[in-house]
């Protein structure tokens, strides 16, 4: 069953120590990953239908091919395998199965910007772990494969 989200679901978030204000829907979205948050950023003003298709699109991505996104996480998390002071570092194990991972995701979100300036849209499956939280994993669909961004 797809998700539909209605825009007037979406909430104002409070701003806090960010720059930008954005807007979150009420509703976790479960994933092989665990609870993934879907929140609307418009550079101004506020967010429109065609932001709330595209996280829509998203979520439809995430559930009909959830080894995709675990896939990605996990490659990344490999690429982590040659230092080992650093996942002790962070309290993380070495060699963690991909089922295992879920515990060491800090924060997963679906991420919705339009930047009017450029007049764009842009989104992605923003998932900061545990061992990289500072730089977080940024995935972009691009078609039917995800790809690495910087977001």
């Not at 007037?8 to 120590?17: H, I, L, V």
């Not at 900061?128 to 961004?149: K, M």
Request: aromatic content about 12%.
């Amino acid at each position: 069953m797809p998700i539909i989200f209605q825009l007037s679901e979406f909430t104002k978030a409070p701003r806090g120590s960010y720059a930008f204000d954005f807007w979150v829907h009420p509703v976790l979205i479960p994933s092989v990953l665990g609870l993934f948050a879907v929140e609307l950023r418009p550079d101004i003003g506020e967010p429109d239908l065609q932001m709330v298709n595209e996280a829509e699109r998203l979520v439809s991505f995430m559930q009909a091919n959830p080894d995709k996104l675990l896939d990605k996480v996990y490659e990344h998390y490999r690429g982590f395998d040659a230092h080992s002071e650093w996942l002790a570092s962070c309290d993380v194990p070495e060699k963690l199965k991909k089922d295992e991972l879920p515990p060491y995701l800090v924060v997963r979100d679906i991420v919705v910007i339009r930047d009017e300036g450029m007049q764009t849209l842009s989104s992605c499956f923003y998932i900061s772990p545990q061992w990289d939280t500072e730089h977080a994993i940024c995935l972009e669909l691009r078609g039917i494969e995800l790809e690495y961004c910087d977001f």
